[in-house]
């Protein structure tokens, strides 16, 4: 094994910020549309406590799910790419840890992870209106990064909604495809870093873990590094 766990989690772990609690409430978007709203949307002071690895998860579970709330279509979400055809579904904890763009700390990390979904109609429009209109409801400051139309007449959509404290989502809405970017506020807490470290070994375990013959025949497994990555 070429790749030592300390390497790859340097590679991923390499970050710093601050935290929040979410929480759901209920507020109205667009009449009859119930919504969860956002708790504390005032940025953390930076010497504030950070948060643990469990807290940003949780924190990520809670701006997903109002995130896909807030479109008003909560079935048929996938986690990653949709075309791998992952239900969505927190408990998985399919997420990576991103740099920190709000801090110089090289200590800290954020999560990160992307869900998606088949566009909800041919135009990507109205659901980056809804979306713009419900983020900023809720104090982040939102740019339409793209709004671009093809000759064929396939349309895309790009937003990128900010709070200070590092807390940020991003919109890409096709005329095929709708997904949603989420990312938490970051921290310098231990436990992400013994989190990352658990999860890479167990990565490492199961690709370099020796199959038999019959057995990496019958599920095509290749005992490479090449097929490690930073999402855990």
């Not at 709203?37 to 005032?42: G, I, S, T």
């Not at 791998?84 to 904890?93: L, N, Q, V």
């Not at 809405?173 to 938490?184: F, H, K, P, S």
Request: with cysteine; proline share 6%; glycine share 6%.
């Amino acid at each position: 094994m070429n790749h030592s766990v300390g390497a790859i989690v340097g590679r991923a772990v390499n970050k710093h910020c601050v935290a929040v609690v979410l929480v759901v409430a209920v507020s109205l978007l667009g009449g009859c549309m119930s919504v969860p709203a956002l708790r504390d949307p005032v940025p953390h002071t930076p010497d504030g406590p950070e948060k643990t690895i469990t807290q940003l998860l949780t924190q990520w579970e809670d701006l997903t799910n109002a995130a896909i709330a807030a479109t008003g279509h909560t079935e048929g979400w996938f986690r990653g790419p949709m075309q791998d055809k992952k239900p969505w579904d927190p408990a998985a904890e399919e997420v990576g840890l991103a740099p920190c763009a709000t801090t110089t700390s090289d200590d800290a990390s954020q999560v990160s992870a992307i869900v998606t979904h088949v566009a909800f109609e041919h135009d990507p429009h109205p659901i980056a209106d809804k979306l713009t209109a419900y983020w900023e409801s809720q104090g982040f400051t939102v740019t339409r990064t793209i709004d671009w139309t093809s000759p064929s007449g396939k349309t895309s959509v790009e937003l990128r909604a900010e709070r200070s404290d590092g807390v940020s989502y991003g919109l890409t809405a096709t005329t095929q495809q709708v997904g949603i970017d989420v990312l938490t506020e970051c921290s310098a807490d231990p436990s992400i870093h013994e989190w990352a470290e658990e999860r890479v070994q167990q990565r490492l375990d199961s690709l370099y873990s020796t199959p038999t013959p019959s057995s990496a025949a019958e599920t095509g497994t290749a005992d490479t590094a090449a097929d490690t990555d930073d999402r855990f």
